[in-house]
């Protein structure tokens, strides 16, 4: 039986004068889902979810939130449903958080006792009667979050909700969405240039750049994309008299200002070979990375650029 | 379960009363300018008039000091003299002093005129621009009319009853433009702020109702405006004996209905308005002129006469010009009710304009 999709994106398109923001973008995510949109800054990722929240009309397309529209007759339903974290939402500075909770909750027609619930589950607790003004960034993107989770959204869309924290502060963001992952009653966007984040937390990701998808899949299925799983990266002080490309197992060679990025079958059959090689033609080794292929290298290897640049 | 529309309205002023700055603007300022400038103008009992007088000859032995004293009074060498009299409820403080050191006491604004003084007769110097400076020309003249003392047949008595004096024509000033300014700042601030810091798009991705939020920004707005008009009147009658001779009530259906129309203003300008410099600007632009023109501090009637006419239309001036109706006059929903009714329906007719082009993401 085909799962009705919670969020449909059919082939949608948004232009600001110059712009070309958001080119056919076109994606399906079902209940329950976890989809990480991944690309780097100026990709369109706060446009195509500005567009699935109902701030920004397509100019061409259609998106479907449970089978609705945006138009206002569906907006008090679609809002009812979803819930959304904005880059770098600003609230209320002298109001405190348990205050802050409140009002939204009033929107919802909740009661004190979800706030009591929200303050819990994102871990404000010692901080219910501090004034927002006086939160730590961490905790206001907790406290966004919060408010985002206030209704019980079947959807969720959070837009780049751990950019400029610190890695501890984005664990905790982490810990709450995995939570809310085992309870199952929740779809989630989440847009983000961290491609840990991508890995860590989602089912789907899908990557763009310009406006556009270039590839998507679950995180196994997009390193298998790059075809290889381990990656060496050298560079040398001196300019290496051996022949880099006639090693073993190798399988593609970038040199980038000196530095190789060596994608090889198995680190341990190239690496001996490596060093070996180094020591005989006496090229000193100025640095040496081996690790697994990233999303990084996936989307170096289709743009020439890093994810987060 | 809470009420979206009071949670909306307590927020806003918690917001509001939550910064001290706020606070002091809205309740102590509006006070302090009653009290400064009500103490500057009426609180004194006497009206003192300054006059630089250059002698004919020895300075204790003066025209004037021989006709306001019995006796001159020897030994008395400082250059400057002063010599008071009471002519009615109004002094003169003559200052004795060289025509060059008068001229400067006349720049410095510490007198307004000169009298010099010839061998029998007295010239007085003074500006027919200055009224001031007129007047006390005008009485002095006639005083000492060739040199010789001109009894005086008149009586003058001062004009301190209720209602008459200075203190009585800036308190209504000073009310109305305690809201326009309440009101046109802190609801531009407050919107403008929420739109270029996403908090409003935040707010209208929930169920929430837009006219709730607005009418929750007037409502809020309306209640901290009614305090500040509450402690300046409070403050204006205990402290200067006001008294509101007019209809009570009606002063305050108007009061909310200048309430409204600046209300209204306001949605207009913050209704597109990306960031706070520019809204800035707008609210300077527009509040501006009507401090200046509305007769807040003095009245308008020295304008022109074509400038008088476009003065009255403008909102500022039409609450001032009714609220002083009410609390000087004694005037009532009978004399107020058109103020009421263009305040109400201007107010309207800029809310729903404003309405029409709102912007909320």
Same mark, same amino acid.
């Given at each position: 039986m085909d799962i009705f999709p919670v969020i449909e994106v059919n082939n949608v398109f948004k232009s600001f004068k110059d712009v070309h923001a958001v080119q056919g973008i076109s994606l399906k995510i079902q209940p329950g889902e976890f989809v990480a949109v991944l690309g780097p800054n100026g990709a369109g990722k706060?446009?195509?979810?500005?567009?699935?929240?109902?701030?920004?009309?397509?100019?061409?397309?259609?998106?479907?939130?449970?089978?609705?529209?945006?138009?206002? !007759?569906?907006?008090?339903?679609?809002n009812r449903i979803i819930g959304i974290s904005l880059q770098e939402t600003w609230f209320i500075e002298k109001l405190t958080v348990k205050e802050t909770l409140g009002l939204f909750a009033s929107f919802y027609k909740l009661d004190g006792n979800?706030?009591?619930?929200?303050?819990?589950?994102?871990?404000?607790?010692?901080?219910?009667?501090?004034?927002?003004?006086?939160? !730590?960034?961490?905790?206001?993107?907790?406290?966004?979050?919060?408010?985002?989770?206030?209704?019980?959204?079947?959807?969720?869309?959070l837009d780049e909700p751990t950019t400029g924290l610190d890695p501890t502060a984005r664990r905790e963001i982490w810990k709450i969405l995995q939570k809310l992952k085992t309870e199952k009653n929740t779809s989630l966007v989440l847009t983000t240039h961290y491609m840990e984040e991508a890995e860590y937390l989602c089912d789907e990701i899908i990557i763009i750049d310009h406006g556009k998808i270039l590839a998507r899949g679950t995180f196994n299925e997009l390193l298998n994309q790059c075809g290889s799983n381990e990656i060496i990266e050298v560079s040398f002080e001196n300019e290496p008299a051996f022949d880099?490309?006639?090693?073993?197992?190798?399988?593609?060679?970038? !040199?980038?200002?000196?530095?190789?990025?060596?994608?090889?079958?198995?680190?341990?059959?190239?690496?001996?070979?490596?060093?070996?090689?180094?020591?005989?033609?006496?090229?000193?080794?100025?640095?040496?990375?081996?690790?697994?292929?990233?999303?990084?290298?996936?989307?170096?290897?289709?743009?020439?650029?890093?994810?987060?640049? | 379960m809470k009420n979206p529309?009071?949670?909306?309205?307590?927020?806003?002023?918690?917001?509001?009363?939550?910064?001290?700055?706020?606070?002091?603007?809205?309740?102590?300022?509006?006070?302090?300018?009653?009290?400064?400038?009500?103490?500057?103008?009426?609180?004194?009992?006497?009206?003192?008039?300054?006059v630089a007088l250059v002698p004919s000859y020895a300075e204790n032995d003066t025209l004037v000091s021989r006709i306001f004293f019995a006796?001159?009074?020897?030994?008395?060498?400082?250059?400057?003299?002063?010599? @008071?009299?009471?002519?009615?409820?109004?002094?003169?403080?003559?200052?004795?002093?060289?025509?060059?050191?008068?001229?400067?006491?006349?720049?410095?604004?510490?007198?307004?005129?000169?009298?010099?003084?010839?061998?029998n007769n007295i010239t007085f110097h003074s500006d027919p621009l200055n009224p001031e400076s007129e007047l006390i020309g005008i009485q002095l003249s006639a005083y000492f009319k060739n040199g010789e003392i001109?009894?005086?047949?008149?009586?003058?008595?001062?004009?301190?009853?209720?209602?008459?004096?200075?203190?009585?024509?800036?308190?209504?000033?000073?009310?109305?433009?305690?809201?326009?300014?309440?009101?046109?700042?802190?609801?531009?601030?407050?919107?403008?702020?929420?739109?270029?810091?996403?908090?409003?798009?935040?707010?209208?991705?929930?169920?929430?109702?837009?006219?709730?939020?607005?009418?929750?920004?007037?409502?809020?707005?309306?209640?901290?405006?009614?305090? @500040?008009?509450?402690?300046?009147?409070?403050?204006?009658?205990l402290f200067f004996k006001l008294t509101i001779q007019g209809n009570f009530l009606a002063l305050i259906v108007l009061l909310i209905a200048g309430n409204f129309c600046f209300f209204g203003l306001s949605i207009l300008i913050s209704a597109r308005t990306a960031n706070m410099q520019l809204g800035n600007g707008l609210i300077s632009i527009i509040t501006t002129p009507m401090l200046v023109l509305s007769g807040i501090f003095f009245s308008y009637q020295n304008f022109p006469g074509w400038a008088i006419s476009v003065i009255k239309l403008l909102p500022l001036t039409k609450l001032v010009d009714e609220a002083r109706g009410i609390i000087n006059e004694g005037a009532g929903f009978l004399q107020a009710y058109d103020g009421i009714l263009v305040l109400s329906g201007l107010g309207f007719m800029f809310f729903l304009l404003g309405l029409r082009i709102y912007k909320w993401y």
């Open positions: 706060t446009t195509l979810v500005e567009m699935i929240e109902g701030i920004q009309k397509p100019d061409k397309g259609e998106i479907l939130i449970k089978g609705k529209r945006w138009k206002r !007759s569906n907006h008090a339903a679609l979800r706030v009591e619930e929200i303050i819990k589950l994102v871990q404000l607790e010692e901080k219910e009667k501090a004034y927002v003004k006086n939160l !730590s960034g961490g905790q206001k993107q907790r406290l966004a979050l919060g408010i985002s989770l206030i209704n019980y959204p079947e959807v969720l869309l880099i490309g006639k090693l073993p197992g190798i399988k593609k060679i970038r !040199s980038n200002n000196g530095t190789f990025n060596i994608e090889v079958e198995k680190i341990t059959r190239t690496l001996p070979e490596l060093m070996e090689n180094s020591a005989k033609y006496k090229a000193l080794i100025k640095t040496l990375q081996c690790r697994k292929v990233t999303l990084d290298d996936l989307f170096i290897s289709m743009t020439g650029r890093h994810l987060n640049e | 529309l009071i949670q909306l309205i307590l927020a806003h002023v918690k917001e509001y009363l939550r910064e001290p700055g706020s606070v002091f603007w809205s309740f102590g300022f509006p006070v302090l300018m009653a009290l400064g400038l009500g103490v500057a103008f009426s609180g004194k009992k006497e009206l003192v008039h300054s006796g001159p009074s020897p030994g008395d060498t400082t250059i400057e003299k002063r010599f @008071e009299t009471s002519y009615g409820n109004i002094r003169y403080l003559f200052h004795v002093a060289s025509w060059d050191s008068a001229q400067i006491l006349v720049k410095r604004g510490i007198v307004s005129s000169i009298l010099t003084e010839g061998e001109n009894t005086f047949q008149g009586k003058l008595e001062p004009l301190d009853t209720k209602g008459l004096r200075y203190i009585d024509f800036l308190v209504p000033g000073l009310l109305s433009m305690g809201i326009m300014m309440s009101v046109m700042w802190g609801i531009c601030y407050a919107l403008i702020e929420k739109r270029s810091k996403k908090l409003l798009r935040r707010m209208v991705a929930t169920p929430m109702k837009k006219s709730h939020f607005l009418i929750a920004q007037w409502i809020s707005r309306l209640l901290v405006t009614f305090l @500040e008009t509450l402690i300046l009147l409070v403050f204006a009658v």
